[in-house]
């Protein structure tokens, strides 16, 4: 493989492992709150609620984990993309019942189901599986850039979020 297709792996794989730390951080910091979204989604018994947050929040971590240990980026990409677009079928199914208030979860500024979300997690989790296209094996300064630019992305993505939170909030209010 080309060392511009380990590049994009690689940036791929810092870019995705930043997007599932500060999921599961978010999620962390007030898993209560966060157990409140997944019940919001009506999606699990009342009992399975917390549970599955927990599972849920062991998954993200599990990306994490995987792109920090060397060989473990496969294993990365197919959590990442598995739970984006189980997350996507989730705001899918409650924009289907018309349940558009719900607060999405997702592990940032607050964002009401909609979906533009659902496409996003479609376009995070095609993106996260680029880290796929090679094995991430750079040279020190490779990994760098790599690293570098998936933060880049990552501060992108953050702040085109944010925006897109701004929005959807201003719209609620009119």
């Known amino acids: 493989m080309s060392e511009l297709t380990s590049l994009l792996a690689g940036t791929a794989g810092a870019f995705t492992a930043l997007l599932f730390a500060r999921a599961a951080w978010h999620k962390l910091s007030d898993f209560t709150e ?6 919001d989604y009506e ?7 917390r549970p599955v ?8 971590t599990l990306v994490v984990l995987a792109f920090l240990v060397p060989g473990g980026a496969p294993v990365g990409a197919l959590v990442a993309a598995a739970l984006l677009l189980a997350y996507a079928g989730g705001m899918a199914i409650n924009l289907n019942r018309g349940r558009d208030r719900i607060e999405c979860g997702c ?5 009401p189901l909609s979906w ?5 997690n479609g376009v995070l989790a095609l993106f996260a599986v680029t880290a796929l296209l090679a094995p991430i094996a750079l040279n020190l ?3 760098i850039a790599a690293i570098g630019a998936g933060f880049t992305l990552w501060l992108g993505f953050v702040a085109v979020e944010q925006l897109l939170a701004n929005a959807a909030l201003f719209s609620l209010k009119r």
């Open 141 to 143: 300064e490779g990994a």
């Open 43 to 49: 999606l699990v018994p009342e009992r399975l609620v």
């Open 116 to 120: 533009s979300l659902i496409a996003r």
């Open 107 to 111: 592990g940032g500024a607050a964002q």
């Open 53 to 60: 947050s927990a599972a849920i929040v062991a998954a993200e």
């Open 34 to 39: 966060f157990t409140g979204f997944v019940a």
